[in-house]
T-cell receptor, first 110, second 114 residues
């Protein structure tokens, strides 16, 4: 079982950078980490995925330290439309399992 | 829009009944995963189907079962419904059974068990 833990909620002002951390202390060697965004009454939407070090795409960056026991999603210059719940997901190769975190509700304030 | 559709949108059942939820995957995808999301919680993995075979299963009892059809659409069946089965049921399709494939989620089916 890959237990994943996140802060319950965060507030940020528009235009600021937001960092959301997920703890996954018992991550296994072949596990991958993915982050999703979810709006009310919708399914989660893919943001970014990584295995180690740093990954960047057009909307976010993902930082994974060498021990891989945590990961940090970084959203640059958030806007009001970034208000949502953010989940980390650990995908486990052994037995093909998927473990979502507890979710972080981000509120962006004008 | 992900191209993943689910039906019905909402459903109300009583305890002990059986329910079937349906999912149409995105074009070209051969893998479907099902999740249960209780109110205020993260999605919990139920199982995954790859090319019509179960490819992984989470910690759910056998009364949760599934099917995947030759066109890669899928069904989730839940027997002997319990009050705690009330949740949003999400399906997600992906290109193949590879662990790193992006999962594209549908909007979900909201099941209420009375």
């Amino acid at each position: 079982l890959a237990k994943t833990t996140q802060p319950i909620s965060m507030d940020s002002y528009e235009g600021q950078e937001v960092n959301i951390t997920c703890s996954h202390n018992n991550i296994a060697t072949n596990d991958y980490i993915t982050w999703y965004q979810q709006f009310p009454s919708q399914g989660p939407r893919f943001i970014i995925q990584g295995y180690k070090t740093k990954v960047t795409n057009e909307v976010a960056s993902l930082f994974i330290p060498a021990d891989r026991k945590s990961s940090t999603l970084s959203l640059p210059r958030v806007s009001l439309s970034d208000t949502a719940v953010y989940y980390c997901l650990v995908a486990r190769n052994t037995g093909n399992q998927f473990y979502f975190g507890t979710g972080t509700s981000l509120t962006v304030i004008p | 829009e992900t191209g993943v559709t689910q039906s019905p949108t909402h459903l109300i059942k009583t305890r002990g009944q059986q329910v079937t939820l349906r999912c149409s995957s995105q074009s070209g995808h051969n893998t479907v995963s099902w999740y249960q999301q209780a109110l205020g919680q993260g999605p919990q993995f139920i199982f995954q189907y790859y090319r019509e075979e179960e490819n992984g299963r989470g910690n759910f009892p056998p009364r949760f079962s599934g099917l995947q059809f030759p066109n890669y659409s899928s069904e989730l069946n839940v027997n002997a419904l319990e009050l705690d089965d009330s949740a949003l049921y999400l399906c997600a399709s992906s290109l193949s059974g590879t662990l790193t494939d992006t999962q594209y989620f549908g909007p979900g089916t909201r099941l209420t068990v009375l």
